[in-house]
T-cell receptor
Framework: AQTVTQSQPEMSVQEAETVTLSCTYD???????LFWYKQPPSRQMILVIRQEAYKQQNATENRFSVNFQKAAKSFSLKISDSQLGDTAMYFCAFVGGNNNDMRFGAGTRLTVKP | DVKVTQSSRYLVKRTGEKVFLECVQD?????MFWYRQDPGLGLRLIYF???????EKGDIPEGYSVSREKKERFSLILESASTNQTSMYLC???????????FGQGTRLTVV
């Protein structure tokens, strides 16, 4: 089974600065999908950004961008100009090419400090 | 907008009870998932289903079973609840692939 590893249990960043959250995964598949989800205290999971493995171009959504390194099986999330509302748990997720199962990492708790 | 509804937000059950956690989605999604979320462990996949009456074990299926008799409903069953099943349970649905998953609000289950 695929595994997703987030090695940073907690991180903090000053407001307006940039922070990078790490994620690595293990799979034998060549085609798959990667996601970053945000879970604020409300517990509602919110999609932040997504990436298809066959696309070499890194995905970008406003202040959020990824560094996708397929050979290294790495998928890090960069948050620019951090805002207080970015404070949340962030989960990296993997969906295999069969489009069925979806697996998550252990999460990184990000705190944005004023 | 897609809505995934879990039957309870908070639940307290006694050891040995049979517990049903219900999840309903309103967008005709094929895939549905049950996760448990524990601090430091993230979301761990218990079971998923990609079609009616189809189910697949996830990473931690022991002590759980599931039922999907209708496309919109995916039930998680704890046959005999134990204290180590105290956790947050999250249900999700998706069309698969690059399409995002939609999550319920979670059920915080306490087994005493």
């Amino acid at each position: 089974a695929q595994t997703v590893t987030q090695s940073q249990p907690e991180m903090s960043v000053q407001e307006a600065e940039t922070v990078t959250l790490s994620c690595t995964y293990d799979t034998s598949e060549n085609n798959y999908y990667l996601f970053w989800y945000k879970q604020p205290p409300s517990r509602q999971m919110i999609l932040v950004i997504r990436q298809e493995a066959y696309k070499q171009q890194n995905a970008t959504e406003n202040r959020f961008s990824v560094n996708f390194q397929k050979a290294a099986k790495s998928f890090s999330l960069k948050i620019s100009d951090s805002q207080l509302g970015d404070t949340a748990m962030y989960f990296c997720a993997f969906v295999g090419g069969n489009n069925n199962d979806m697996r998550f990492g252990a999460g990184t708790r990000l705190t944005v400090k004023p | 907008d897609v809505k995934v509804t879990q039957s309870s937000r908070y639940l307290v059950k006694r050891t040995g009870e049979k517990v049903f956690l219900e999840c309903v989605q309103d967008m005709d999604h094929e895939n549905m998932f049950w996760y448990r979320q524990d601090p430091g462990l993230g979301l761990r996949l218990i079971y998923f289903s990609y079609d009616v009456k189809m189910k697949e074990k996830g990473d931690i299926p022991e002590g759980y079973s599931v039922s999907r008799e209708k496309k919109e409903r995916f039930s998680l069953i704890l046959e005999s609840a134990s204290t180590n099943q105290t956790s947050m349970y999250l249900c999700a649905s998706s069309l698969g692939g690059l399409l995002k998953a939609f999550f319920g609000q979670g059920t915080r289950l306490t087994v005493v």
